[in-house]
């Protein structure tokens, strides 16, 4: 019998407050900041695809092992399409699925969130330190 927590609502849907629930590893993958970028390259490209080369200049940053990561597991999970073209060296090219497109709008709310809420995180993380700072002092 398997348990399923109080907050679960039907048994097709996954839930977050379950430790078993395969969700929590889902949104370590999608949230990300890498897999944000990402998507949002994506997206403003979408319906055409995008090089490989393409996205990791305009990922500040970005890792040529780490944007690699970061593709491989969206296409994992059918987020992300990859198109290989068997030129030497092979062009690789990648486009956002359906239900990749899907995730931009609540994964640019919460970029949206995130840019319009930096300078009172900052100012809370100042504050925080400093108390701590001033703690360990004494």
Not at 28 to 53: C, H, N
Not at 68 to 87: A, I, K, Q, Y
């Amino acid at each position: 019998m398997t348990t399923r927590s109080a907050h679960a609502t039907t048994p097709d849907r996954g839930d977050l407050f379950d430790c078993e629930c395969p969700t929590r590893q889902l949104l370590d993958r999608i949230g990300t900041k890498w897999t944000s970028m990402a998507v949002k390259v994506l997206a403003q490209a979408a319906p055409d695809e995008v090089r490989f080369a393409e996205l990791r200049r305009r990922m500040p940053g970005v890792s040529q092992k780490m944007l690699s990561v970061t593709l491989h597991s969206l296409v994992r999970d059918g987020l992300v399409t990859r198109r290989v073209e068997p030129t030497v060296p092979p062009r690789v090219h990648y486009r956002l699925t359906e239900l990749g497109l899907s995730l931009e709008v609540p994964l640019a709310a919460l970029r949206t969130w995130a840019e319009d809420h930096m300078r009172e995180i900052d100012r809370a993380n100042a504050v925080n330190d400093a108390q701590a700072d001033q703690t360990a002092g004494e």
